[in-house]
């Protein structure tokens, strides 16, 4: 027997003509139901087209999107634009009442055929996302991250197939982004719901994701589990797009004594551990960089630079020398 895929785009390709975004190539795509998919890339590598695409936002000039076997309208088609089933949330928190109760701005989503059935979903949503404690505060007043939350519940209340993210994480300050994955991945397990996230910084859904897109120039050019992207990347990009790596052409790695035959290696900076020594001609600290709870360290010999994580504090100083171990590097033909 078949099996219809969930969400699958069969051949299609968006251009701008005239301007210098990149759009996107000729595409074939199958999602999954009940995961997390993150679309990662460089800016302009056509992440949020192809987003738009999948939500019927945009209609592709070839090809066509399949949910559940039925083609998704574009905004030629359909009065108001996006598929009836999925939901999304961008940058921007343009729909909310800035002037309502956050309780109020979710359940206005809802049908007030059944009051009690209202209010309790609405409730149940904000205590997922962590806002209850806001719930009778006016809009206006809530911190840009508080919004993107409430951006999320007033999407997910109305139980949609799939939520679709655009860069939602921008206006969410690093101490409280972990929080917003985790109960996005806590929503997804126990209510099966399917997440489509793009994001300008790829090192962040690698604990969220269940699978990641690697977009280059409008071209899906590899994916994977992010565990198996990161540790065995097929491209030189990918490394690139999901660690502060460092990139050395085969003459500098000759130069430094690491001997290969690949015309690129790349080494993460976990993969190095150091050592002080009184040897000439060896790695001297240039810069350290205090990361929180590590620090990165700037190392430099014979014009070229490496970078290192260290999480010894206090145990080397700028213009130290330093021995490495090199414990791993990959390497690119």
Not at 37 to 62: C, R
Not at 178 to 193: A, F, M, N, S, W
Request: proline letters at 4%; one cysteine or more; glycine letters at 8%.
């Amino acid at each position: 027997m078949v099996t219809t895929p969930f969400l699958q785009a069969i051949s299609i390709s968006k251009k701008y003509p005239g301007t210098q975004v990149s759009g996107l190539k000729t595409t074939d795509l199958t999602i999954d139901q009940g995961k997390i998919t993150a679309i990662i890339g460089e800016s302009g590598s056509g992440k949020s087209t192809l987003l738009k695409l999948l939500y019927g936002l945009l209609s592709p000039d070839t090809g066509e999107v399949r949910f559940k076997g039925v083609r998704v309208w574009g905004p030629g088609e359909k009065l108001i634009p996006g598929h009836d089933s999925m939901k999304m949330v961008g940058q921007q928190s343009d729909d909310l009442n800035l002037y309502a109760k956050v309780k109020d701005n979710v359940a206005i989503m809802l049908p007030s055929t059944d009051l009690k059935a209202k209010q309790e979903k609405t409730e149940k949503i904000m205590e997922q996302l962590k806002i209850t404690r806001l719930a009778d505060k006016q809009v206006a007043n809530l911190s840009g991250g508080e919004k993107q939350r409430l951006a999320i519940a007033r999407a997910i209340v109305v139980s949609p197939d799939i939520l679709l993210l655009d860069e939602p994480f921008n206006q969410v300050d690093t101490s409280f982004r972990e929080g917003l994955q985790r109960d996005i991945r806590q929503i997804v397990k126990d209510t099966g719901l399917t997440v489509i996230i793009v994001s300008h910084d790829p090192a962040e859904v690698l604990s969220m994701a269940d699978e990641l897109l690697v977009l280059k120039d409008g071209e899906i050019v590899e994916r994977g589990a992010p565990r198996t992207l990161y540790q065995k990347p097929q491209f030189l990009y990918t490394a690139q797009l999901l660690t502060n790596c460092t990139v050395l052409t085969h003459d500098e790695a000759k130069k430094v004594g690491i001997k290969t035959r690949a015309e690129h290696i790349v080494i993460y900076p976990e993969w190095i551990k150091t050592a002080k020594t009184w040897t000439d001609n060896d790695w001297v600290i240039k810069q350290i960089l205090f990361k929180g709870c590590y620090e990165d360290l700037v190392l430099e010999n014979k014009g070229i630079s490496i970078r290192v994580l260290n999480d010894q504090f206090g145990k080397h100083n700028e213009g130290d020398k330093i021995n490495l171990a090199l414990l791993n590097w990959l390497e690119f033909y």
